[in-house]
């Protein structure tokens, strides 16, 4: 059975950092290219970013790209998003899903709260 | 990188069916047949309900189904059921590995 359990979210100032993981289960992770999704409070999904399955290609969306990086461990099937520079609009519930091309299995997310 | 075009809200009663649009462009929707959809109830991670476009993911009830003409998809769920009540998202891929997903339609059941 696949889980998928994000974890540290919580509150930052604004332009301060913070490290999201995501700690796999239940799938050959090392297997599957895996994606960052947020979701600003009251509203709707965004695309974050890509991470191919071994970690040799990554993608970002506009709104994060140069501020925020994908990473993978493959030995403790984890993913991680680095996020610097964080914005008040980058306050949201960030959730891990799995597969490229389908995100077919979702975690619970972590919720991040950019505030001074 | 813009949003997928639904409708806010669609709404029907128990056993009607419903069918909720999203729209996009050429670069996205009409350009490849990477088209999913998601439920999401309130508090509650999204659930994979359609991929590729049409394609029901085992355990997803045949009440669900999936098309695309265009620059527009379609899910459309008959025999509606109370706890069909929920967010719908659309999403496609968008090219040079981006993706991009709908604004979301909220269902109500009557």
């Known amino acids: 059975q696949v889980q998928l359990v994000e974890s540290g979210g919580g509150v930052v100032q604004p332009g301060r950092s913070l490290r999201l993981s995501c700690a796999a289960s239940?799938?050959?992770?090392?297997?599957?290219?895996m994606h960052w999704v947020r979701q600003a409070p009251g509203k709707g999904l965004e695309w974050v970013a890509l991470?191919?399955?071994?970690?040799?290609?990554?993608y970002y969306a506009d709104s994060v790209k140069g501020r925020f990086t994908i990473s993978r461990d493959n030995s403790k099937n984890t993913l991680y998003l680095q996020m610097n520079s964080l914005r008040a609009e980058d306050t949201a519930v960030y959730y891990c899903?799995?597969?490229?091309?389908?995100?077919?299995?979702w975690g619970q997310g972590t919720l991040v709260t950019v505030s001074s | 990188q813009s949003a997928l075009t639904q409708p806010r809200s669609v709404s029907g009663s128990p056993g009607q069916s419903v069918t909720i649009s999203c729209t996009g462009t050429s670069s996205d929707v009409s350009g490849y047949n990477y088209v999913s959809w998601y439920l999401q109830h309130p508090g509650k991670a999204p659930k994979l309900m359609i991929s590729?476009?049409?394609k029901r993911p085992s355990g997803v009830p045949d009440r669900f189904s999936g098309s695309k003409s265009g620059n527009t998809a379609s899910l459309t769920i008959s025999g509606l059921q109370a706890e069909d009540e929920a967010d719908y998202y659309c999403c496609s891929y968008a090219g040079s590995y981006t993706w991009v997903f709908g604004g979301g339609t909220k269902l109500t059941v009557l």
């Open positions: 239940g799938f050959t992770f090392s297997s599957y290219g």
């Open positions: 590729e476009v049409s």
């Open positions: 991470i191919s399955y071994d970690g040799s290609y990554k």
């Open positions: 899903a799995k597969d490229q091309w389908l995100l077919d299995s």
